[in-house]
């Protein structure tokens, strides 16, 4: 193995580690608390279903313009692109039916965890941005899986803050 995908070995473990640790953390500070009534059951089923269709159908996608066009990205790339994108459907579609977080979890404890995961991926993409790496004889490189995360997590957190807005507002009204 050159030192290449040893690193890129060693930087998904890392990433893996620190986020089951945050996860464990939430947990034990009982931030997390996935007890949901049967409405958000039902809501986050359908969302699970979305989120699987559009894996499905990005997953085929990337394969297709892979033969088509041949390689433009690295497999761990695309295949975090299509990750990404289903994760995207499945959290948009629980927060518009108001099942992406239980009723005794504090929203704002997790929001904060949603804009620090996107700062910090953000963060390292524009620091691949700028350094040569990123695009490798035309090709997307692992480097890119940051900013993809970083995107993903930014429009969950955009989402979630603008139906909570809309929410507030409609309850103000009534």
Known sequence: ??????????????GLLAGLFAVALLFKKKVLDLHFDERQELARGKAFQYGFFTFIATVYAYGLSDVMFGRWCEVLTGVTFCVAASLCVFAVTCILKDAYLSLREKPR??????????????????????????????????????????????????????????????????
């Open 1 to 14: 193995m050159d030192h290449y995908h040893l690193g890129i070995f060693v930087g998904i473990s890392v």
């Open 109 to 174: 404890t997790v929001m904060t965890m949603f804009a620090l995961l996107a700062l910090i991926n953000l963060g390292l993409g524009g620091m691949y941005a700028v350094s040569p790496g990123l695009v490798e004889d035309g090709m997307l490189t692992f480097r890119a899986v940051n900013p993809i995360i970083g995107f993903a997590t930014l429009v969950i957190l955009v989402v979630y803050i603008v139906n909570h807005l809309l929410r507030s507002r409609e309850e103000e009204a009534e």
